[in-house]
């Protein structure tokens, strides 16, 4: 199983970012997935999931409104359209290959290793 995180940068607050996950290894379609991230100093905060093909999704307030999750399950690729960012979302995000919050967050859970996002003027 691998989860690969692209995408992440440094961006101005208000502007819009888009990370992907690119997944491998096991069936893609079968498994609800979710985004995390972890702030610098903090632990990792759940911020997203998605279900395997009805492609609900469901958001943390620090995010709702801004982010979008969704998948191709096709390209095996999880995505999270960024909008709107501000500082405090600077933090490594990760992919997860599960929906539960308590799982996603936890060490028992796949994930990748994280692609950076800054937010900064």
């Known amino acids: 199983v691998q989860l690969v995180e692209s995408g992440g940068g440094l961006v101005q607050p208000g502007g819009s970012l888009r990370l992907s996950c690119a997944t491998s290894g096991f069936k893609f379609e079968d498994y609800p997935m979710a985004w995390v991230r972890q702030a610098p100093g903090k632990g990792l905060e759940w911020i997203s999931s998605i279900a395997a093909i009805s492609t609900i999704t469901t958001y943390a307030d620090s995010v709702k409104g801004r982010f979008t999750t969704s998948r191709d399950n096709d390209k095996s690729t999880l995505y999270l359209q960024m909008t709107g960012v501000k500082p405090e979302d600077t933090a490594v995000y990760y992919c997860?290959?599960?929906?539960?919050?308590?799982?996603?967050?936890?060490?028992?859970?796949?994930r990748g290793r994280g692609t950076q996002v800054i937010v900064s003027s």
């Open positions: 997860a290959q599960t929906g539960v919050v308590k799982e996603a967050i936890s060490d028992g859970v796949v």
